[in-house]
């Protein structure tokens, strides 16, 4: 069975069309497909911290994503093969956090649906 990313790879590109931040949610989608997270996210740029989730700078988070398209995914870590990163076609990367929510954050595209479980794992 193919992991996480290889699934999330046969879908690439994602185009970025809409995104939200309400200080709670980062919610990132585009034409059938959807990205939402509760947990703690950051933009690196640069291999440097461009926006954090609890950055003062945090609501620009949408107006870098949109119009951009997620090219690649890769596991933050090969040690621990939970948190992803997203990379941009502009050589961003969106990184997700899981944390102790139940849902940190929920990944739908046409016929998958990825949510990952916290300190768990992905399911």
Not at 34 to 62: F, H, M, P
Not at 80 to 107: H, M, N, Q
Request: net charge negative; proline share 4%; with cysteine.
């Amino acid at each position: 069975m193919k992991d996480l990313t290889s699934k999330i790879r046969s879908a690439l590109p994602l185009k970025i069309s809409f995104c939200s931040w309400d200080n709670t949610t980062l919610v990132v989608s585009g034409l059938d497909w959807s990205l939402s997270c509760q947990s703690a996210w950051r933009v690196v740029e640069a291999n440097s911290i461009s926006i954090g989730y609890e950055d003062e700078k945090s609501e620009k988070i949408c107006n870098t994503l949109e119009g951009l398209q997620v090219v690649d995914v890769r596991y933050q870590s090969s040690d621990f093969p939970i948190d992803p990163a997203f990379y941009l076609s502009d050589g961003k990367r969106l990184e997700l956090f899981s944390c102790e929510r139940e849902d940190p954050w929920v990944l739908n595209l046409p016929e998958l649906v990825f949510v990952g479980l916290g300190s768990t794992g992905t399911r």
